[in-house]
């Protein structure tokens, strides 16, 4: 076992918990490469959003990730935290320099996600994030409403700031409100009256240069119990990625599907 009982009881009651060097120094610098090559290539077909970069569907689009989908360790702890009915939603995000505000990933996604079905059915869909650099002390890592995923309403509150380093991963219900690096008020001003997003990425792009400050990568994939919110949820999630992406098909990859398969992991 890799996880301790404290930490499902903590993704069930708390609705995330964060597990401590699941990536090795050589893959985290792989990752690096793979995305400031990927984000760095504009032939590639990622959005510019949110005063970054940003690739859904990372898992088909980005070949130098999809072997996370078969990664042992990160299948260990997906099963022993959602469940050996494990399953891939086919959703999957790239994130580079973006900045966010806070949200709950399932809203609009699914009919009602505090809903217990015929047969006790219930929800459960988790992201598993992790973020390419240090967060242990800065603001630029992942901050959670603890128990929020059992209310409806997002609340106000300042939440708990997770001091990540990288290597390490954080699992958490998609209805808990969280939210990555807030924008500063001269970054709110730069989102505001910058005409287009590629133009926002720059300026703001521009000023992190000038603050050596590093670029800020992370990962971000869904997975759930294999039941009926699942289906739900996938379809509503690829149907998004693919407005993302300007595509009607979502299309998997031969790799996607044999990874998922020699983990042991519904697709
Ligand atoms: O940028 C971040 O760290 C947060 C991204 C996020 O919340 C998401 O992809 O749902």
């Not at 730069?190 to 990568?217: E, N, V, W």
Request: aromatic content about 10%; hydrophobic content about 35%.
């Amino acid at each position: 076992m890799i996880t301790t009982p404290e930490q499902k009881k903590q993704l069930e009651v708390e609705g995330y918990t964060l597990i401590k060097g699941l990536f090795s120094v050589t893959e985290i610098v792989q990752m690096r490469k793979a995305l400031t090559a990927y984000f760095g290539n504009e032939e590639n077909k990622f959005l510019y959003a949110y005063a970054g970069k940003t690739q859904s569907d990372a898992m088909n689009r980005i070949p130098a990730l999809r072997f996370l989908l078969k990664h042992p360790k990160m299948n260990s702890v997906l099963k022993e935290l959602i469940g050996d009915d494990l399953r891939f939603l086919h959703h999957s995000d790239a994130h580079f320099n973006v900045l966010s505000g806070w949200h709950k990933d399932s809203t609009g996604y699914i009919k009602n996600e505090w809903e217990v079905r015929e047969g006790k059915e219930k929800i459960g869909v988790y992201k598993i994030c992790f973020y390419l650099q240090d967060h242990n002390n800065d603001v630029g890592g992942l901050s959670v409403r603890p128990k929020s995923h059992l209310i409806p309403k997002m609340g106000s509150d300042a939440g708990v700031k997770l001091n990540s380093d990288a290597g390490d991963v954080i699992i958490f219900d998609q209805r808990l409100d969280h939210v990555g690096q807030i924008p500063t008020k001269l970054q709110k001003v730069i989102m505001r009256f910058m005409p287009s997003d590629k133009m926002k990425f720059s300026l703001i792009g521009f000023l992190r240069k000038i603050t050596m400050t590093r670029d800020r990568m992370s990962v971000f994939i869904g997975y759930g119990n294999d039941n009926a919110f699942a289906d739900e949820f996938k379809e509503n999630l690829v149907a998004r990625q693919n407005r993302q992406n300007n595509t009607t098909e979502y299309i998997v990859s031969e790799e996607v599907s044999q990874n998922l398969a020699e983990a042991g992991v519904r697709g």
